[in-house]
């Protein structure tokens, strides 16, 4: 028998006995609140998205590789606040070339929620590399228009390279 806590994460432990009178859990605590910058810069590696620091260029890189529901995409755009944060990054590229669409709740979310977050921790410019056609071109295009009127400055690109050049303080126009 289990307890209360397991379906919140919580382990039983050998103190375990009497289940109505005797709780001993372990409550595991997410590592994201108490995170550090990770040693190989790497914050995600997913089938749906690699995210990580790129030292070289001073930016936040993700690559976006498959489709990610809400709480997969939402979960993986945190982690890039905290590297945005971690790096003080004022330039961040991300590649949605394989991103087939972003529901609209997600869109609401990533204008309401993230963006303010993104700015807040220091970020200046996003640079959105996208494909050449299709429905995920469309709706990652309607993200990029929302950061217009919030201090955030945001390209598309057909180009990693271009995105890179454009959103990295260390290309020299920042």
């Not at 001993?24 to 995170?35: H, L, Q």
């Not at 620091?53 to 936040?60: A, C, G, L, M």
């Not at 809400?70 to 979960?75: D, T």
């Not at 990533?110 to 299709?134: N, Y």
Request: with cysteine; aromatic share 8%.
């Amino acid at each position: 028998m289990c307890g209360p806590l397991c379906s919140a994460g919580g382990l039983p432990t050998d103190a375990q006995g009497d289940v109505e009178s005797t709780y001993g859990y372990t409550i595991t605590v997410a590592y994201s609140a108490v995170a550090v910058p990770p040693m190989d810069g790497v914050y995600v590696d997913q089938p749906w998205l690699l995210m990580r620091w790129d030292s070289v260029h001073q930016i936040v890189h993700s690559e976006w590789r498959a489709f990610a529901n809400s709480a997969e995409l939402r979960a993986c755009l945190m982690r890039g606040i905290q590297a945005i944060r971690d790096h003080q990054a004022v330039g961040y590229v991300t590649d949605t070339r394989k991103v087939k669409v972003i529901v609209n709740d997600d869109q609401e979310w990533i204008k309401h929620t993230w963006l303010p977050l993104a700015i807040e921790a220091g970020l200046k410019r996003i640079a959105v590399v996208t494909a050449a056609s299709g429905l995920g071109k469309a709706t990652v295009e309607d993200v990029v228009g929302l950061t217009e009127d919030r201090g955030l400055q945001s390209r598309t690109f057909d180009s990693f390279a271009g995105a890179r050049n454009w959103a990295s303080p260390a290309s020299g126009r920042h």
